[in-house]
Nanobody, 128 residues
Framework: QVQLVESGGGLVQAGGSLRLSCAASGRTFSSYAMAWFRQAPGRERDLVAAIRWSGGSTYYADSVKGRFTVSRDNAKNTVLLQMNSLKPEDTAVYYC?????????????????????WGQGTQVTVSS
């Protein structure tokens, strides 16, 4: 059974940094795409960043490019999201997700319905 467990959320002032961690277990994830989504109250769940477990190709939403960095630690089966220069509009619940059949050519699915496994979410609040 695949398990994704997020940690690292919290309250931070604008301009600050947080690092989210997603511990993955239950499968061999080498062919998977791993992603971070976020959902603010009353809004849809949006893709923030994604990474291919094998090869490490990445995707970033325009709103976080240059501020967020997604990475993976193969030895620990962990996916990280380093968030710098945080803004109040980054406030949301952040979810880790796994896609066991990602599209070819190192692409990523944008829609959350394409992801097969989800963590429980972690709250990130950025105060102004």
């Amino acid at each position: 059974q695949v398990q994704l467990v997020e940690s690292g959320g919290g309250l931070v002032q604008a301009g600050g940094s947080l690092r989210l961690s997603c511990a993955a277990s239950g499968r061999t994830f080498s062919s998977y795409a791993m992603a971070w989504f976020r959902q603010a109250p009353g809004r849809e769940r949006d893709l923030v960043a994604a990474i291919r477990w094998s090869g490490g190709s990445t995707y970033y939403a325009d709103s976080v490019k240059g501020r967020f960095t997604v990475s993976r630690d193969n030895a620990k089966n962990t996916v990280l999201l380093q968030m710098n220069s945080l803004k109040p509009e980054d406030t949301a619940v952040y979810y880790c997700a796994a896609d066991d059949s990602p599209p070819p050519y190192n692409n990523f699915y944008i829609h959350p319905n394409k992801y097969d496994y989800w963590g429980q979410g972690t709250q990130v609040t950025v105060s102004s």
